[in-house]
């Protein structure tokens, strides 16, 4: 049996928000690594739809420490720039990212834990997790799902309109990824946009770093009224095209799922060609079964973004539940840095206190 390679902290994964966990562990002076599964640098971002872009400029969209550059036009940036700023922060930094390394589980011992990978063991007084949800891609439990005969795509595989072009398609799911993916898609095919609520729209003055601001002062201060919040849609151009169009307004759930179509809550039942569910994630947490601290719904107890159940595990970057706008790129900085404090006390702790 091999001698599991030893650090201090090991960070398993290296998107966004492990870079930003990276930062600031490799100021505090700790011995670290970073495993990623992709086989480049980019995180989920390299999974987007091929028009995905930031609906915020980029000096506010940016990882501690350095600003992504803004686009030469000054628009909000792509896709592919954001894959390029994560590529040169990682190398900015130096930061030690093995890849691609896939994570099969995580074990306790009596002095940290054994990280089992697809590339040998590790051995760490401390875990981060920072693996996002993209490899995880919900869809509810529709009634009929198994009988439709079309194409079903969840946003996660989805990639451009084209393959859509003149078909029936119903987008399922609210929020940005819904409003952006039913305006490309209802350009070249018949779509029909399925929200459990009316989606909210924000003032077209009102971007991506307005909507943070606003959302943050309002975190801040405790206030619990409605308006505004971070899934609220975004008016970026294709989304006001859309609107322009007369395509921006959506139906409430259909009752199932037929083997054309759907039935409808009056009883009609329409035909379909495909349905691309844009209805989120779950965590990327599979690895950390053998703990013992999964809940129903994938994610983990947690005081912040410590685990309350297994000392020397941190989670960052997986939404409200590790911390405000955790899962931003501008918004997961104050949970690193936070992380990385706990990380240092518990390091600096005797043993048998940790």
Same mark, same amino acid.
């Given at each position: 049996?091999?001698?599991?390679?030893? %650090?201090?902290?090991?960070?398993?994964? &290296?998107?966004?928000?492990?870079?930003?966990?990276?930062?600031?562990?490799?100021?505090?002076?700790?011995?670290?690594?970073?495993?990623?599964?992709?086989?480049?640098?980019?995180?989920?971002?390299?999974?987007?739809?091929?028009?995905?872009?930031?609906? /915020?400029?980029?000096?506010?969209?940016?990882?501690?420490?350095?600003?992504?550059?803004?686009?030469?036009?000054?628009?909000?940036?792509?896709?592919?720039?954001?894959?390029?700023?994560?590529?040169?922060?990682?190398?900015?930094?130096?930061?030690?990212?093995?890849?691609?390394?896939?994570?099969? *589980?995580?074990?306790? $011992?009596?002095?940290?834990?054994?990280?089992? $990978? /697809?590339?040998?063991?590790?051995?760490?007084?401390?875990?981060?997790?920072?693996?996002?949800?993209?490899?995880?891609?919900?869809?509810?439990?529709?009634?009929?799902?198994?009988?439709?005969?079309? %194409?079903?795509?969840?946003?996660?595989?989805?990639?451009?309109?084209?393959?859509?072009?003149?078909?029936?398609?119903?987008?399922?799911?609210?929020?940005?990824?819904?409003?952006?993916?039913?305006?490309?898609?209802?350009?070249?095919?018949?779509?029909?946009?399925?929200?459990?609520?009316?989606?909210?729209?924000?003032?077209?003055?009102? *971007?991506?770093?307005?909507?943070?601001?606003?959302? $943050?002062?309002?975190?801040?201060?405790?206030? $619990?009224?409605?308006?505004?919040?971070?899934?609220? %849609?975004?008016?970026?151009?294709? #989304?006001?095209?859309?609107?322009?169009?007369? #395509?921006?307004?959506?139906?409430?759930?259909?009752?199932?799922?037929?083997?054309?179509? #759907?039935?409808?809550?009056?009883?009609?039942?329409? *035909?379909?060609?495909?349905?691309?569910?844009?209805?989120?994630?779950?965590?990327?947490?599979?690895?950390?079964?053998?703990?013992?601290?999964?809940?129903?719904?994938?994610?983990?107890?947690?005081?912040?973004?410590? &685990?309350?159940?297994?000392?020397?595990?941190?989670?960052?970057?997986?939404?409200?539940?590790?911390?405000?706008?955790? &899962?931003?790129?501008?918004?997961?900085?104050?949970?690193?840095?936070?992380?990385?404090?706990?990380?240092?006390?518990?390091?600096?702790?005797?043993?048998?206190?940790?």
């Amino acid at each position: 049996m091999m001698t599991p390679t030893a %650090v201090e902290v090991l960070v398993i994964g &290296a998107g966004q928000s492990g870079l930003a966990v990276g930062y600031y562990l490799r100021r505090a002076g700790v011995s670290f690594v970073l495993l990623d599964e992709q086989p480049a640098a980019g995180g989920a971002w390299r999974h987007g739809w091929d028009s995905l872009r930031l609906f /915020s400029p980029a000096d506010a969209s940016s990882l501690p420490g350095w600003l992504m550059p803004r686009p030469p036009d000054n628009s909000f940036p792509a896709r592919d720039a954001v894959i390029d700023y994560l590529t040169q922060y990682e190398a900015r930094y130096a930061l030690p990212v093995q890849r691609p390394v896939r994570v099969q *589980d995580v074990a306790r $011992t009596a002095t940290g834990y054994a990280v089992r $990978t /697809s590339h040998g063991t590790w051995a760490a007084r401390a875990v981060v997790c920072a693996t996002g949800t993209w490899s995880q891609p919900y869809i509810p439990p529709y009634p009929g799902r198994e009988l439709f005969a079309g %194409v079903q795509v969840h946003s996660a595989q989805y990639r451009h309109a084209t393959p859509f072009a003149g078909r029936r398609v119903l987008v399922v799911g609210g929020a940005n990824s819904g409003a952006q993916i039913l305006a490309e898609v209802s350009e070249v095919a018949r779509a029909i946009w399925v929200t459990e609520h009316a989606p909210r729209f924000l003032p077209d003055d009102v *971007d991506g770093r307005v909507l943070f601001q606003q959302a $943050t002062q309002r975190y801040h201060t405790g206030q $619990t009224a409605s308006p505004p919040t971070l899934g609220d %849609v975004v008016m970026v151009e294709p #989304v006001r095209a859309a609107r322009g169009r007369g #395509v921006l307004h959506s139906v409430r759930p259909f009752r199932q799922l037929t083997a054309t179509g #759907v039935l409808w809550p009056d009883g009609r039942t329409e *035909d379909f060609d495909a349905v691309i569910w844009c209805t989120g994630f779950r965590p990327a947490l599979a690895f950390l079964g053998g703990l013992g601290v999964l809940q129903a719904d994938g994610r983990v107890a947690t005081a912040g973004t410590r &685990a309350t159940a297994a000392a020397g595990l941190w989670l960052v970057g997986y939404g409200s539940w590790t911390g405000f706008a955790s &899962a931003t790129l501008i918004g997961v900085g104050r949970s690193a840095r936070a992380t990385v404090d706990e990380i240092r006390e518990f390091l600096a702790a005797p043993a048998d206190r940790a």
